[in-house]
Structures are given as C-alpha cells and as structure tokens.
C-alpha cells in the first residue's frame, strides 16, 4: 500500500502503552506523534472528546 503521508520512527515509546512512537508527516499539514497501538489509551481520549464535540451542537 502506498500513502502519501510520510511516517518516521521517533525512537521513543508511548507512555501509555509501550508501543513504539512515531512522526506522521502530512504534507500541508502539521507532523503529528502517534502510537503504533490502535488500542491505545490515548487515542480513547481522543476519541471521547470527539464524541463529545458532536454531541454538543
Ligand atoms: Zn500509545
């Protein structure tokens, strides 16, 4: 699979879970730190508080 996005290992490790961290680049976007971990703890924090921005219209 191809993406456009660029993703660089950042040598460093979630502090939620352990899994290895790494630099998402977007082009036009900002580069973004991410988790290798689908089922991190942080991404469920940021899945909340999307949820609660929708509901909040
Ligand atoms: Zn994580």
Do not use: Q
């Not at 899945?47 to 509901?55: E, F, I, L």
């Amino acid at each position: 699979m191809l993406f456009r996005s660029n993703v660089m290992s950042m040598g460093k490790i979630c502090p939620h879970c352990n899994t290895p961290l790494v630099k998402v680049i977007v082009p036009r976007r900002r580069p973004w730190k991410l988790c290798l971990d689908p089922e991190c703890p942080s991404k469920e924090e940021y899945k909340k508080k999307r949820a609660s921005k929708s509901k909040a219209s």
